[in-house]
């Protein structure tokens, strides 16, 4: 089995554990790094770092929310509950990006000088790999499960591995130009970066609320196993879909001639399901049965006139 393999198999919620523990070691290299040179970019390095935490933990929390079966009151389940994650996720990016601004001007109207910069750059570089391993485990497990919270999260790392890269170089580049204003300029170039994805994380997140739509290629795969059902008798419209969460439904009307038998017509529907839940992992299927000469009627107000 190949890592990329091993790495999707792992599963959301245990990788959701890791990303916690992970965020607490580099909040402490970071603050560390920070304290030690005086860096201001460092500083907004470790900043980012208390939002993986805050993060990762809601984010565990809505798995188990989205993990729950289906009750009296939510009677298509909790899957729902991973898009807050990606929402709140996107939030506290902002919020943080916010923040590094802030000091970034601070640091530019007053310069300091940066002390001990190898030892810092060194934590930040250790910590940087952990999260960037962590990362690519996390959107390796989100694919294969379809979970909004872990490809939240874990593109969130990965905006923190892009980020301490870019304070490495520009802190290094401060120590040894001797120009100060490097260190703020880059703090504030990295609250820029993060900031646009906090606003995509959070529009993903809303987009997932308001019930889109499948991906075009998993709607091209609905259509694809519908055709092999098709025939002069039989024929399929109305198609709408949705997703919720890691969950994807399909709803149709299924027309079949009148004079079939009700055993008849619910056997060929069972088989359509079937294939379509065979064909798009995580697919609920939905269809109505109707007779070749009958026409659904939408329920739309204006038809009632």
Do not use: C
């Not at 984010?59 to 389940?77: E, Q, T, W």
């Not at 739509?213 to 694809?224: G, M, R, S």
């Amino acid at each position: 089995m190949s890592l990329a393999a091993a790495a999707q198999r792992l599963n959301p919620e245990l990788l959701l554990r890791w990303s916690v523990a992970v965020a607490v070691l580099t909040i402490a290299l970071k603050t560390l790094a920070w304290w030690i040179t005086g860096s201001v970019g460092l500083l907004s390095d470790a900043m980012e770092s208390g939002v993986n935490l805050a993060s990762a933990a809601f984010a565990l929390l809505m798995v188990k929310i989205a993990s729950r079966p289906a009750d009296d009151d939510h009677p298509y389940g909790h899957h729902k509950a991973e898009y807050f994650s990606a929402g709140f996720e996107g939030l506290l990016i902002l919020l943080a990006a916010f923040g590094i601004v802030w000091a970034g001007v601070q640091r530019l109207l007053e310069p300091q000088p940066l002390v001990q910069v190898g030892w810092g750059l060194g934590l930040s570089v250790v910590s940087s790999a952990a999260n960037g391993a962590l990362a690519w485990a996390m959107l390796q497990s989100a694919r294969r499960h379809r979970s909004m919270a872990l490809e939240g999260d874990g593109r969130h790392l990965l905006t923190d591995v892009w980020t301490s890269a870019g304070v490495v170089v520009g802190v290094g580049l401060a120590a040894t130009t001797g120009w100060l204003w490097l260190d703020p300029a880059v703090a504030i170039g990295v609250a820029v970066n993060i900031m646009r994805e906090g606003v995509r994380l959070m529009w993903r997140s809303s987009e997932g609320l308001m019930d889109s739509a499948l991906e075009p290629e998993v709607l091209a795969q609905v259509e694809k196993t519908l055709a092999q059902f098709s025939h002069p008798t039989i024929r399929f419209d109305h198609v709408a879909s949705r997703r919720s969460g890691s969950r994807r439904f399909v709803d149709l009307h299924m027309h079949m001639p009148g004079a079939w038998t009700l055993g008849r017509a619910a056997a060929v529907r069972g088989s359509v399901e079937q294939a379509l839940m065979s064909a798009v992992p995580g697919l609920r299927a939905t269809i109505q049965l109707l007779p070749s000469d009958v026409e659904p009627h939408s329920g739309d107000e204006e038809d009632l006139l």
